[in-house]
């Protein structure tokens, strides 16, 4: 996280109505609980202070991919990020990211974790599993729907077999989803005979032989990308990953299986090229823990991954150790060749790379005939520490040790920005609201001590939103001055949206729908087992 800058700290509460900058010593009204004044105050004195924040962006006309990506792209730029220095974009096969990466010129690597949610997918799509699925959905859904259902589950579980999940619908962004759903509900068939409005959903002895036997191949797939879409996970790691999951298919117990020659039929379909990605190899090649290593990277032509690596980036490895070339007597140079100049380019670029092809030879023969690293360490320790030995490779390795493995950062930040922006209960959130949300959110945290916004003079909540706040009317100056609320005002905003009801679901129906518990609605469940 970045630190703060100085306009955060700017402001400090004299009283409920006035504040001061501890820049330049003005005074500023917070009078009638309004940050009008801190805003304009900063937008006045101090422009160049404020950090820049990005609202909500749209699309005029047709949301077409080289539209969409030239709005990505005018983001990008406005939050200051130099295009210069990316040469890698993590994504899944979205048109429109393919076409922003092609505009500016990035190495696109594909989500291995997008890649193996695919495969989750079609082998629950199989007919061996179809119908499993399918009673394992309804129950999950009458579990969701009904409370009084959800508590008898609960109760025998506690004696029939404690610590038994309750089976969730995930949402389709769910990674995997559909195997966290299949785990819980077989594990969880002894409680469901138990509950007789459930009964009816309980798995065939052969549907249950075949779900078992996919969990059981299938959970250490699970266990892998769940690894793969941590924060901390690199490209570099997953050829070694995909390379293992599919030994694993291949001896395990289960392989033979009917199930086991689907599953192995899928992952073979759209897993097993990744290993062949020339893109994937070069950044394991920089991964000390993995590169040269026969069993985790396989029969892999080194010699030519080196060359990849050498043509990519010995243009970078310019250390400016070699001086100018000196200038020629004026009588000599007439009787240079056009072939001796040519000749003497060649062996410049010779030298410019040879430097490269030196500390990729030692390298090998160090992290071969060496002590690798631990698996689980941090390769970049590796670098750090060798730093001196490995000057260029070890400058090459932060920039290609720092690409992703997945795109799980994003789609996590997507789940979360979606659950405040997208829901249907905060389907009266325009962007144009939530735009000026976020500005506020930033502001009023200079004064959060003494604005209670919420708090009328009578101390009740002023939770009475028209349902045309969000367009015209919160734009038109019709209340009186003292009394208008305006959109800049604090977090507590965003706040107190989050605590508003579900004013749709409200019924007179004896059993309860709640939305809370429901795997689709509830954001935790996107990235949580």
Same mark, same amino acid.
């Given at each position: 996280?970045?630190?703060?800058?100085v306009?955060?700290?700017?402001?400090?509460a004299?009283?409920?109505d006035?504040?001061?900058?501890?820049?330049?010593?003005?005074?500023f009204?917070?009078?009638?609980?309004?940050t009008?004044?801190?805003?304009?105050?900063?937008?006045?004195?101090?422009?160049?202070?404020?950090k820049?924040?990005?609202?909500?962006?749209s699309?005029d006309?047709p949301?077409?991919?080289e539209?969409?990506?030239?709005?990505?792209?005018?983001?990008?730029d406005?939050?200051?990020?130099?295009?210069?220095n990316i040469?890698?974009?993590?994504?899944?096969?979205?048109?429109?990211?393919?076409?922003?990466?092609?505009?500016?010129?990035?190495?696109?690597?594909?989500?291995?974790c997008?890649?193996?949610?695919?495969?989750?997918?079609?082998?629950?799509e199989?007919?061996?599993l179809?119908?499993?699925?399918?009673?394992?959905?309804?129950?999950?859904?009458?579990?969701?729907r009904?409370?009084?259902?959800r508590?008898?589950?609960?109760?025998?579980?506690?004696i029939?077999?404690?610590?038994?999940?309750?089976?969730?619908s995930?949402?389709?962004?769910?990674?995997?989803?559909?195997?966290?759903?299949?785990?819980?509900?077989?594990?969880?068939?002894?409680?469901?005979l138990?509950?007789p409005?459930?009964?009816?959903?309980?798995?065939?002895?052969?549907?249950?032989?075949?779900a078992?036997?996919?969990?059981?191949?299938?959970v250490?797939?699970?266990?892998?990308?769940?690894?793969?879409e941590?924060?901390?996970?690199?490209?570099?790691?997953?050829i070694?990953?995909?390379?293992a999951?599919?030994?694993?298919?291949?001896?395990?117990?289960?392989?033979?299986?009917?199930i086991g020659?689907?599953?192995?039929s899928?992952?073979?379909k759209?897993?097993s090229?990744?290993?062949?990605?020339m893109?994937?190899?070069v950044?394991?090649?920089?991964?000390?823990?993995?590169?040269?290593?026969?069993s985790?990277?396989?029969?892999?032509?080194?010699?030519?991954?080196e060359?990849?690596?050498?043509?990519?980036?010995?243009?970078?490895?310019d250390?400016g150790?070699?001086?100018?070339?000196?200038a020629?007597?004026?009588?000599?140079?007439?009787?240079? *060749?056009? &072939?001796?100049? +040519?000749?003497? $380019?060649? #062996?410049?670029?010779?030298?410019? @790379?040879?430097?490269? =092809?030196?500390?990729?030879?030692?390298?090998?023969?160090?992290?071969?005939?060496?002590?690798?690293?631990?698996l689980?360490?941090?390769?970049l320790?590796?670098?750090r520490?060798?730093?001196?030995?490995?000057?260029?490779?070890?400058?090459?390795?932060?920039?290609?040790?720092?690409?992703?493995?997945?795109?799980?950062?994003?789609?996590?930040?997507?789940?979360?920005s979606s659950?405040?922006y997208?829901?249907?209960?905060?389907?009266?959130?325009?962007? *144009?609201? &939530?735009?000026? +949300?976020?500005? $506020?959110? #930033?502001?009023?945290h200079?004064? @959060?001590?003494?604005? =209670?916004?919420?708090?009328?003079?009578n101390?009740?909540?002023?939770?009475?939103?028209?349902?045309d706040?969000?367009?015209?009317?919160v734009q038109?100056?019709?209340?009186?001055?003292?009394?208008?609320?305006?959109?800049?005002?604090?977090?507590?905003v965003?706040?107190?949206l989050?605590?508003?009801?579900?004013?749709?679901s409200?019924?007179?129906?004896?059993e309860?729908?709640?939305?809370?518990?429901?795997?689709?609605?509830?954001?935790?469940y996107?990235?949580e087992?």
């Amino acid at each position: 996280m970045k630190p703060k800058g100085v306009i955060w700290k700017l402001f400090t509460a004299i009283n409920r109505d006035k504040a001061r900058c501890n820049t330049c010593g003005k005074e500023f009204s917070t009078a009638n609980r309004s940050t009008t004044g801190l805003s304009k105050h900063a937008e006045r004195y101090h422009k160049d202070e404020l950090k820049d924040l990005i609202g909500c962006k749209s699309v005029d006309g047709p949301s077409t991919a080289e539209k969409v990506a030239a709005v990505i792209a005018s983001v990008l730029d406005t939050a200051g990020i130099g295009f210069d220095n990316i040469a890698y974009a993590v994504s899944d096969n979205g048109t429109n990211l393919i076409k922003l990466s092609e505009t500016l010129n990035l190495t696109r690597l594909p989500c291995i974790c997008h890649l193996l949610s695919n495969f989750f997918k079609s082998v629950f799509e199989s007919k061996l599993l179809a119908p499993v699925m399918k009673k394992a959905r309804s129950t999950a859904q009458t579990l969701c729907r009904s409370v009084s259902i959800r508590e008898k589950f609960f109760s025998f579980a506690a004696i029939v077999k404690p610590g038994a999940k309750r089976p969730k619908s995930y949402s389709n962004t769910r990674w995997a989803g559909g195997f966290l759903l299949l785990r819980d509900y077989i594990e969880s068939a002894e409680v469901l005979l138990s509950v007789p409005e459930l009964v009816q959903n309980l798995p065939s002895t052969e549907e249950k032989t075949t779900a078992t036997s996919a969990i059981e191949l299938l959970v250490d797939v699970f266990s892998v990308m769940t690894t793969l879409e941590s924060d901390d996970s690199t490209a570099s790691a997953v050829i070694p990953n995909v390379l293992a999951l599919e030994n694993h298919l291949m001896s395990h117990a289960q392989s033979n299986s009917k199930i086991g020659k689907v599953i192995k039929s899928e992952f073979k379909k759209r897993i097993s090229e990744v290993a062949k990605n020339m893109d994937f190899l070069v950044l394991t090649l920089i991964d000390p823990r993995f590169a040269y290593h026969r069993s985790s990277v396989g029969k892999t032509d080194w010699d030519k991954v080196e060359k990849t690596f050498i043509k990519i980036h010995e243009r970078n490895c310019d250390t400016g150790k070699q001086s100018e070339p000196e200038a020629l007597p004026m009588h000599t140079k007439k009787n240079i *060749s056009p &072939l001796a100049i +040519l000749m003497n $380019t060649e #062996a410049e670029d010779d030298t410019t @790379s040879s430097s490269l =092809k030196e500390e990729l030879m030692k390298y090998k023969s160090f992290v071969t005939l060496s002590k690798r690293p631990d698996l689980f360490s941090n390769p970049l320790h590796f670098w750090r520490l060798n730093s001196t030995n490995f000057p260029l490779l070890s400058t090459i390795a932060r920039e290609l040790l720092s690409v992703p493995s997945s795109s799980a950062a994003t789609e996590r930040c997507f789940s979360k920005s979606s659950y405040i922006y997208s829901n249907p209960r905060r389907n009266r959130l325009h962007s *144009s609201t &939530l735009d000026a +949300l976020l500005q $506020t959110s #930033a502001r009023a945290h200079l004064i @959060s001590e003494n604005t =209670k916004i919420f708090t009328t003079r009578n101390g009740d909540s002023e939770d009475d939103f028209s349902s045309d706040s969000d367009d015209e009317s919160v734009q038109k100056d019709t209340q009186p001055r003292g009394e208008k609320r305006s959109r800049e005002d604090s977090t507590e905003v965003l706040e107190e949206l989050a605590k508003r009801p579900n004013l749709a679901s409200t019924s007179n129906e004896p059993e309860i729908l709640d939305t809370q518990n429901c795997g689709n609605d509830d954001p935790d469940y996107d990235f949580e087992d």
